[in-house]
């Protein structure tokens, strides 16, 4: 088959086609051609495409899943994928083994299962981190796929005991096994014998290597005084445990690059999380989802130190500094872990103190955060299970250090743990009104936990939503993303139809935050006079952008269009529509698009910075895109030019500026000029807003455009002149066959873009592409229009004769400035410039009036009209004549034109 599934196309409609395709191609084939298609599906898993081989291992789960039996009998073409691992990412490697362990379980494919357990050993044994891993999951998953008969048990719990024995001496291979083994023990598909074994040997093992009381005598040297923290458990009668933490990272750093002899496990730091995930998930298995048996792990403290020393960094040791950044990540990780596990509990202390265990890890990542500065050259410990070692961060040596550079680091977030948004929204504001401050204990988000959960939950569905809007180049063999392990294995759909659930709360907070800017609007932005610090409003602006992109994320989802995915988005448009009004009536899809629409344009009005003023721009294009856009694109244009007509005020008082408004702004002035008639945009932003930036001072700005400034005068001159070239070269070319209307029409249309382009032209590069384009298109319409229409033809010339002229001038000032970023575009400008002029040539000889055609001087000028009569300016002009078969002196390509149609007229 010439078809490639997923044609590397990022068209989820041209996958879908082509994977439904195979899978219907298989069943109708012989078994020659469906060994040949599976032959084939084969060559797409080796390719190293990782596009392609994702959606070949696809296929083949879902044509195993459909019909094991058939597939088995080519299972030894499959098998030979094992020869290419190398090529694949863990994920791929799941899925493949995932294949091979289901065919080799049945009767047609039982005679690779010796082959494939030959292949599980032999990675086990090997001393190589990454195949030491491939070993874990292939033995992790033929545990899955193995029947419950008796003989299967004994074969499950030597293949358990073997790969946990291989993984003792190493904590990164035992922290990924307890990970591969939690994730399968999280489906409640396996045998309760095999059940029952793993839950014996992992609650014994945990409280024995990790688990002390907390009046247990701490024995050993360590680098810091030990200190039990963050204590949330206040009945200390029947007795507290802690979390043996600081001792065992202290004895980790101590033998650190010595051999281990020892016989058993080594008990590191490394695997307190992931061995937890897997208790939690054990218990939960045995008691249906409850976690009282192990609830005393989620109040109980943690041996730390004293974190004061964090003030004290530079007169530490390089030992000591890395060993405290350890102890606050692994502190971190194990905060984080424990929220997974507890999220979903419905006792309200627990959720109470979830909230707490947030507000500990938010602290401690700012913390975290100030450790790094100037030091995340020490940040050296071990990557992430399943991943290989992540290089230096970026940042090193920068003067702050942010935390998303580190996100493979910590352990991942359960989409579970985003249940905690049901909870309301408290700021100082209102604590101090409503005189209730042991709120933000109990049962509140605070704004730096909401923005924690925010960032974290826009990062996962950008990831896994808006993965075929990235780039192919990115997705080649080697793009490795192990932030996101436990969220791979969930398909699209249920990430979008949990986010859906979350609808109603994200929208209580996205209101919070809008009545919170609307109100600050209404007192005239003054932060200070509200008494609210700018901390708090920092995080409620990330509050607002985040949600924002939470929004857009789902809503751009290509998997919309797909006609099984159309109820999610009925339902989550429906959501939208209840929190503008109460209705019981069933909605067309057209009437829910409209009233989301108006419910999100609500926003408008107190958005807090530019980056939200586009993530709201773009939601709402993606919430138009749903249903037929016409209708919508004024409302668009006009919400757009509100924002180009905004003053964005930090809460300090200053404009926003730097690159990243520069790139807001020119995004959102790209979707008002494709939204909006350009040209009456162009002409009003260029005769009403540049014209009163030129009356202002250095720091001042157009009052209709208040984003316009002289800082900002490139990026609004870089669209406007793009765009008007690219809207010029959708001008049709003229015909005699036109009817005069027609031609009058194209004409009129010719002139505006040239009074525009006399406005804007300041830039070579543009100003050719614009003269190369009047060339091709608005030339031939002169050479039709000319009789009929002579005094808009002599206008329009007239008016580039300016604009020439200009760009004649700009040619000069670059060869005398030296200006490399201008000279590299002077030849191609040139040649133009000439070619222009004997194109007016062959009008005005198309017309029978040659005679009128002249040729002048022009000076060279610089651009303040001042003659050229340097050195240089002559060795420039001297360069031009070799350029050129023209005479030595540059064409006055525009005074000619001017001077040609009076000619023409007095002829006439």
């Not at 879902?62 to 088995?72: E, F």
């Not at 070269?729 to 015909?735: A, D, E, Q, S, W």
Request: a negative charge.
């Amino acid at each position: 088959m010439c078809v490639k599934p997923g044609s590397e196309s990022s068209e989820p409609e041209v996958a879908s086609f082509s994977n439904n395709l195979y899978k219907l191609a298989f069943s109708a084939f012989d078994r020659y051609c469906q060994q040949e298609l599976i032959a084939t599906l084969v060559t797409h898993v080796c390719s190293g495409y990782s596009d392609e081989v994702d959606t070949a291992l696809d296929v083949l789960t879902d044509l195993i899943s459909n019909n094991c039996t058939a597939v088995a009998l080519y299972a030894i073409f499959i098998k030979g994928i094992l020869d290419y691992l190398d090529n694949l990412n863990v994920q791929q490697i799941r899925k493949l083994f995932q294949i091979l362990c289901k065919l080799a379980f049945v009767n047609e494919g039982i005679h690779i299962q010796d082959e494939i357990h030959i292949v599980i050993r032999k990675q086990l044994s090997s001393t190589v981190m990454k195949y030491k891993r491939i070993g874990v999951i292939g033995a992790v998953r033929m545990l899955g796929s193995m029947a419950t008969s008796d003989r299967s048990v004994i074969l499950a719990t030597s293949l358990l005991e073997l790969a946990r024995t291989c993984c003792d001496q190493s904590p990164e291979s035992a922290a990924f096994y307890y990970d591969e083994l939690a994730s399968l023990v999280q489906k409640r598909n396996l045998h309760p014998q095999i059940m029952e074994y793993i839950r014996k040997t992992v609650v014994d093992d945990f409280q024995d290597d990790y688990v002390v009381d907390l009046d247990q005598k701490i024995e050993g040297n360590h680098p810091f005084p030990v200190k039990a923290m963050y204590n949330l458990e206040e009945d200390e009668s029947q007795g507290i445990v802690v979390i043996n933490l600081l001792p065992l990272l202290s004895h980790d750093f101590s033998n650190k690059g010595a051999s281990h002899t020892t016989e058993g496990r080594l008990v590191s730091p490394l695997c307190l999380s992931p061995f937890f995930r897997l208790l939690r998930l054990c218990i939960e298995d045995e008691y249906d989802g409850n976690l009282d048996e192990i609830d005393a792990l989620l109040g109980c403290p943690v041996y730390l130190t004293d974190l004061d020393i964090i003030d004290k960094m530079d007169s530490l040791s390089r030992q000591e500094r890395e060993f405290l950044c350890s102890l606050l990540f692994f502190t971190i990780n194990w905060f984080r872990e424990v929220i997974n596990a507890f999220c979903m509990q419905p006792n309200a202390d627990m959720k109470g103190k979830v909230l707490t265990r947030l507000q500990n890890i938010t602290w401690l990542q700012s913390v975290l955060e100030r450790c790094l500065t100037g030091n995340a050259d020490l940040f050296l410990i071990m990557s992430p299970v399943g991943t290989d070692r992540l290089k230096e961060p970026e940042e090193t040596g920068k003067p702050s250090i942010k935390l998303s550079s580190f996100g493979p680091f910590f352990r991942e977030l359960d989409l579970e743990v985003f249940t905690v948004l049901h909870s309301g929204l408290l700021t100082r504001s209102l604590l101090d009104s409503e005189m209730c401050t042991k709120a933000t204990e109990v049962v509140q988000l605070g704004p730096a936990e909401l923005v924690f959960l925010l960032e974290d939950l826009s990062r996962k569905m950008e990831h896994i939503l808006m993965a075929s809007k990235r780039s192919p180049l990115m997705k080649l063999k080697g793009f490795r993303n192990s932030e996101f392990s436990h969220l791979q294995q969930k398909t699209q759909q249920e990430v979008v139809q949990f986010v859906v659930q979350l609808l109603n709360p994200l929208c209580n907070h996205v209101e919070n935050t809008h009545n919170y800017f609307q109100t600050l609007t209404e007192k005239n932005g003054v932060v200070d006079a509200l008494g609210i610090d700018l901390k708090e409003h920092q995080y409620m602006s990330s509050c607002y952008q985040l949600l924002l992109q939470v929004f857009h994320a789902l809503f751009a989802w290509p998997g919309f269009s797909h006609h099984e995915n159309r109820t999610f988005l009925k339902a989550a448009l429906g959501i939208l529509v209840g929190r503008l009004k109460e209705t019981d009536a069933e909605l067309t899809m057209e009437e829910l698009v409209s009233h989301s629409f108006s419910y999100l344009q609500n926003l408008c009005s107190s958005v807090p910075s530019i980056h939200s003023a586009l993530c709201l721009t773009q939601l709402l294009i993606s919430l138009a895109e749903k249903t037929d856009i016409l209708p919508y694109r004024s409302k668009i244009a006009s919400i757009v030019k509100s924002f180009l007509c905004q003053s964005w005020v930090q809460p300090n008082g200053e404009r926003e500026k730097g690159v990243r408004f520069s790139e807001n702004l020119q995004n959102l002035l790209w979707i008002y000029l494709q939204y909006t008639d350009v040209l009456k945009a162009v002409e009003d932003i260029c005769s009403v807003g540049v014209s009163e930036l030129m009356n202002t001072t250095k720091d001042g700005h157009s009052s209709t455009y208040p984003t316009l400034t002289r800082q900002s005068f490139l990026v609004y001159f870089r669209v406007l002149m793009d765009r008007l070239e690219k809207y010029v070269r959708n001008i049709p070319v003229g015909k005699k066959s036109d009817s005069e209307q027609v031609q009058a029409d194209h004409l009129l249309q010719w002139s505006l873009a040239v009074r525009n382009f006399h406005i804007l032209v300041n830039l070579i590069k543009y100003g050719r592409l614009f003269v190369e384009t009047f060339l091709k298109l608005g030339m031939p319409l002169l050479d039709c229009s000319f009789k009929k229409h002579k005094d808009d033809v002599q206008n329009l010339l007239k008016i580039l004769q300016l604009c020439t002229r200009q760009l004649h001038h700009m040619c000069g000032h670059s060869k005398i400035h030296r200006d490399s970023g201008l000279t590299t575009h002077v030849p191609l400008l040139k040649k133009t410039l000439e070619m222009f002029v004997y194109r007016v040539k062959a009008m005005l000889t198309f017309n029978n009036c040659q005679e009128a055609f002249w040729l002048g001087n022009l000076k060279n000028r610089d651009l303040q009209g001042e003659e050229i009569l340097s050195q240089t300016a002559q060795e420039s002009e001297a360069e031009e004549e070799q350029e050129s078969q023209l005479p030595a002196e540059e064409e006055e390509a525009g005074e000619d034109e001017e001077s040609a149609e009076e000619e023409e007229s007095e002829s006439d």
